[in-house]
């Protein structure tokens, strides 16, 4: 997807495209930390505004700073990568967050956040379905099925309906599918554009190994309480009276967003 191919020395500029590269010197309007306390605190009401039932990969609000960087052949033409669909704000250095550099995970997890569908699935509170999974999987449970997932999902040449394989209903989706969409790589557009991986053939081990870290990452950031070890379960055989221990461990409907409140700042 994406069309930017300049090296990490190389110019970004595309001075044949306008409203492209080069970028203005402090173009991203986030703090410094992407982790996620910090980052929902100036724009953890938007969400309560907009529909989340509707977020869509092409959808933005730029208004809110919340764009789209998803360009069609036709836009490619003449707007270049990292510039908004909708306003034709360069944003982002689409080349600096395809060099998959986790020493620069900072910038490249800024960047996503840019992006309206990104932003979404790294603010908005985890619905009940994924955090029961997170509890029920702990720490090590998620992150046992993190390469999986990438692998079953993203990783042959053409997987099927790319685009479509990753849901985003809070009724259907699980913590990793938040982990997904919130580091784009929910499908091979996706990847391709922000993390420019082509289509049309496997990712390769490394990029496997980097898409999951990036989930790690995240999934550390959103759910900071999270037990390293799943609860264990007592034998209904053996503990008939211990049967609940799970389901009291699940939060209430009113408490699932605060997982995701700072805890300590
Ligand atoms: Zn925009
Ligand atoms: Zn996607």
Known sequence: MT??????????????????????????????????????APLSGIWQRLNPEKVKCTGSSCGNELHCFRLTKQMAKSIGPGTCRECKQPLVAMSRVAQQDLSDVDYTFSALQLEYVRHYFWHVPFSQKAMSQALRAAQAGLEGEITKRIRKRIAKAEPYFDGRQTPTAASKADA???AMHAVAACCRACAGYWHGIPKGRPLTEDEIAYLGELMRRYLLARLPGLEEDPPRVPS??????????????????HDVSGRSQPHAS
């Open 3 to 40: 069309q930017d191919q300049a090296g990490p020395t190389g110019s970004w500029a595309h001075p044949e495209i306008p409203g492209t590269l080069p970028f203005p010197t402090n173009p991203l309007p986030l703090p410094p930390k992407w982790s996620a306390p910090a980052a929902d």
């Open 176 to 178: 990793l599918d938040y």
């Open 236 to 253: 209904i055989v053996t503990a008939p009276s211990n049967v609940h221990d799970i389901k009291d461990r699940l939060p209430a409907p």
